[in-house]
């Protein structure tokens, strides 16, 4: 199992920015990060939870949410056992609490039904 913990979130002005971290751990059975898909997920309240970005194991492909795309950048550091997501240009609707999650496998996924390890999630505020 992996074990994941974000950091990062916080208040920020509408326009600003923030840098999301998820710090994890290797698997059990020594499967290494490097096979491992991670993604960033985020639910505000009275919402479902919602896709915001993917990373391959490799780090090679990153998928987004076209509600980020070209304002968010995911990537990781595998050696450092650690992914980010760096948020800029910032909304009031992306104010949520946003998770980092993993999935068995190299390959990114949209459905969070697709990842077996969840962070506990970090509170992300912009206000106007």
């Known amino acids: 199992q992996v074990q994941l913990v974000e950091s990062g979130g916080g208040l920020v002005q509408l326009g600003g920015s923030l840098k999301l971290s998820c710090a994890a751990s290797r698997r059990y059975f020594g499967r290494d990060l490097g096979r491992t898909a991670m993604a960033w997920f985020r639910q505000a309240p009275g919402k479902e939870r919602e896709f915001v970005a993917a990373?391959?194991?490799?780090?090679?492909?990153?998928d987004y949410a076209d509600s980020v795309q070209g304002r968010f950048l995911i990537s990781r550091d595998n050696a450092a056992n650690t992914v980010f997501l760096q948020m800029n240009s910032l909304k009031t609707e992306d104010t949520a609490l946003y998770y980092c999650?993993?999935?068995?496998?190299?390959?990114?996924?949209?459905?969070?039904?697709?990842?077996?390890?969840w962070g506990q999630g970090t509170q992300v505020t912009v206000s106007s």
């Open positions: 999650a993993a999935r068995s496998g190299p390959f990114t996924q949209r459905n969070a039904r697709l990842y077996s390890d």
């Open positions: 990373i391959s194991g490799s780090g090679s492909y990153m």
